[in-house]
């Protein structure tokens, strides 16, 4: 993700550490909330923590909404964001179970539809959804959702990459040691002539 944007896997990575047990307690995705932190990061270069702390406080409101029907901060209504969902034709409600569906797939569907609708319905999903300080954070997410699933599709077909990676990165650092070995050889075998 690091390589396709203009974000370092240094910058997901402590992003990651701010947001990864909501996204675990609310099952979404490593590589979808990677992609997600990626493509905000890359648009907005804000400081790693702040985008972190960004996807972590609108996976906050999500939970709050599910467990208890509103958000604390503002007070936003389950019912509020339902309805601002459903302006886009997309339910954050399953209709045959009652249950919240999952945050990824209810983020997938809304990326879809997110250009075809008016700038007048994104600014009230952004505010629903999101809430008044996250808002133009996950504005610039669903500006670039296409992007996103294409870094997401890229980061499930990535595997091996990391590995081939790190060993490059073992075979600099061993080339390093190996010639500092034998400088500090010849050295000491100059010192004892």
Do not use: P
């Not at 990326?111 to 008016?118: A, I, R, V």
């Not at 610039?140 to 294409?150: A, R």
Request: net charge negative; no cysteine.
């Amino acid at each position: 993700l690091g390589d396709a944007t203009a974000t370092g896997a240094d910058e997901i990575g402590r992003a990651f550490q701010k947001v990864g047990g909501s996204a675990n307690a609310l099952k979404v995705d490593f590589d979808k909330v990677s992609s997600w932190i990626a493509t905000i990061s890359a648009k907005t270069r804000e400081e790693a923590e702040t985008v972190g702390n960004s996807i972590k406080s609108l996976m906050a409101r999500y939970q709050q909404l599910k467990e208890r029907g509103y958000d604390q901060e503002d007070g936003t209504q389950v019912n509020q964001v339902a309805k601002a969902l459903s302006s886009a034709g997309v339910k954050i409600i399953d209709q045959q179970t009652g249950e919240f569906r999952n945050m990824g797939i209810v983020m997938d569907e809304l990326g879809g539809k997110w250009d075809s609708l008016t700038n007048r319905q994104k600014a009230y999903i952004a505010t629903n959804f999101a809430g008044v300080h996250q808002s133009s954070r996950f504005l610039n997410l669903m500006e670039s959702y296409k992007e996103s699933m294409t870094l997401y599709e890229g980061a499930l077909n990535s595997a091996g990459v990391s590995q081939t990676k790190y060993n490059l990165w073992l075979q600099g650092t061993e080339a390093h040691m190996n010639k500092l070995q034998s400088t500090a050889e010849g050295l000491w075998s100059h010192l004892f002539d």
